[in-house]
């Protein structure tokens, strides 16, 4: 190790969906101030879990430990130590209570770790065991994921389903298999999507499977806010829900459209009443067509727009709207493939 360098950094966050940031690390406590004696430590599950550290243990982030399960222990590795785990837990709403906390046991020994291991290399074959099992069971229901336990004595399937599955028979069978305790946890969609991974239309990685650890509700409104084209098959994601990324800018849109004027105000010239067709936020240009001809839009920039409504508040009228268009276009005629998907169904309830 290069001179001046220091071991504490060895462990950096680097990929890793569930790293988080310590930015209270380099904060030194006063006096009187007792060190919280609790640890976040993350698991494979795209979940983190708090546990009270035992007296005379100094763990540090990175540290692989062995922690209290039921039944049995787990392996976890500590993500967050220090005053910012206070922090983290109110966040999250949970009460910060040592009493009825579960204990990180120690650090892994080295036989811990090579049955963690073992642990690890069964899981790709009990999904597949799995399937094959719901299959034989005529059960409507999709294995995702299967996540063994630190000490191998238990295993949690991940499984989505779009009814109530009665999967008793299948807990036996699975029990005779793999000798070790079931159990079954569903998931929706989304998390179905994170855990099996993918690239989305963007081209890049999910976001759900590189650095999402929550997910947001996202409406419909989104897409109209946005201008989007209610398009199912251009605004659904892998999960077959609305993509998260339609919340990303949807504040943004919202603050730029307050300077706009309703939808439902309507232009009036001695040519005609022009009604509102789309908006462009970036370009700040607002397009109308004439009542009597929707085919033909113009696009008014917006300052020219208010002008337009200043005018008709006084009861004056311009002579058209052409005069102040920028751009002229013709609504191009064609046959809509997804006129009879349901858009709305975005909008039904999901398991999160």
């Known amino acids: 190790m290069p001179d001046g360098s220091n071991s504490d950094h060895a462990f950096q966050p680097s990929c890793a969906k569930l790293d988080t940031y310590n930015w209270l690390s380099d904060i030194e406590l006063s006096p009187d101030e007792s060190r919280i004696e609790i640890v976040e430590?993350?698991?494979?599950?795209?979940?983190?879990?708090?546990?009270?550290?035992?007296?005379?243990?100094?763990?540090?982030?990175?540290?692989?430990?062995?922690?209290?399960?039921?039944?049995?222990?787990?392996?976890?590795?500590?993500?967050?130590?220090?005053?910012?785990?206070?922090?983290?837990?109110?966040?999250?709403?949970?009460?910060?209570?040592?009493?009825?906390?579960?204990?990180?046991?120690?650090?892994?020994?080295?036989?811990?770790?090579?049955k963690w291991v073992s642990a690890v290399k069964l899981e790709d074959e009990a999904i597949f065991k799995t399937r094959k099992a719901a299959t034989e069971l005529n059960l409507a229901m999709k294995i995702n994921d299967v996540e063994y336990q630190g000490d191998g004595t238990k295993a949690i399937f991940y499984y989505t389903a779009d009814e109530r599955v009665d999967f008793r028979d299948l807990i036996k069978v699975l029990a005779e298999k793999?000798?070790?305790?079931?159990?079954?946890?569903?998931?929706?969609?989304?998390?179905?999507?994170?855990?099996?991974?993918?690239?989305?239309?963007?081209?890049?990685?999910?976001?759900?499977?590189?650095?999402?650890?929550?997910?947001?509700?996202?409406?419909?409104?989104?897409?109209?806010?946005?201008?989007?084209?209610?398009?199912?098959?251009?605004?659904?994601?892998?999960?077959?829900?609305?993509?998260?990324?339609?919340?990303?800018?949807?504040?943004?849109?919202?603050?730029?459209?307050?300077?706009?004027?309703?939808?439902?105000?309507?232009?009036?010239?001695?040519?005609?009443?022009?009604?509102?067709?789309?908006?462009?936020?970036?370009?700040?240009?607002?397009?109308?067509?004439?009542?009597?001809?929707?085919?033909?839009?113009?696009?008014i920039p917006l300052d020219k727009v208010k002008e337009i409504v200043k005018m008709n508040e006084k009861g004056k009228l311009p002579e058209k709207l052409e005069d102040f268009a920028e751009t002229l276009e013709r609504k191009a005629e064609y046959e809509n493939g997804h006129e009879n998907d349901d858009f709305y169904r975005f909008d039904k309830d999901e398991i999160y």
Not at 98 to 113: A, Q
């Open 178 to 299: 793999f000798r070790v305790r079931i159990e079954m946890k569903q998931i929706g969609a989304r998390q179905e999507a994170a855990r099996i991974g993918g690239i989305g239309s963007c081209g890049r990685e999910l976001c759900c499977a590189t650095w999402m650890t929550n997910f947001n509700s996202v409406s419909t409104n989104n897409a109209r806010t946005q201008q989007l084209s209610l398009n199912p098959s251009k605004l659904a994601g892998q999960c077959g829900k609305l993509k998260c990324c339609l919340n990303y800018e949807n504040s943004t849109y919202l603050e730029a459209l307050e300077e706009f004027p309703s939808s439902h105000v309507k232009l009036k010239t001695k040519k005609g009443i022009a009604e509102y067709q789309k908006a462009d936020v970036f370009k700040r240009f607002i397009w109308y067509s004439y009542s009597n001809d929707f085919t033909s839009m113009m696009a």
């Open 41 to 114: 430590v993350r698991f494979k599950s795209s979940e983190k879990e708090f546990f009270k550290v035992l007296y005379g243990m100094d763990l540090k982030e990175g540290d692989i430990v062995a922690v209290e399960s039921s039944p049995g222990h787990d392996i976890g590795i500590v993500s967050l130590t220090g005053e910012v785990v206070k922090l983290q837990m109110k966040k999250k709403k949970i009460r910060i209570s040592t009493d009825d906390m579960k204990k990180v046991y120690r650090r892994t020994r080295v036989s811990d770790i090579e």
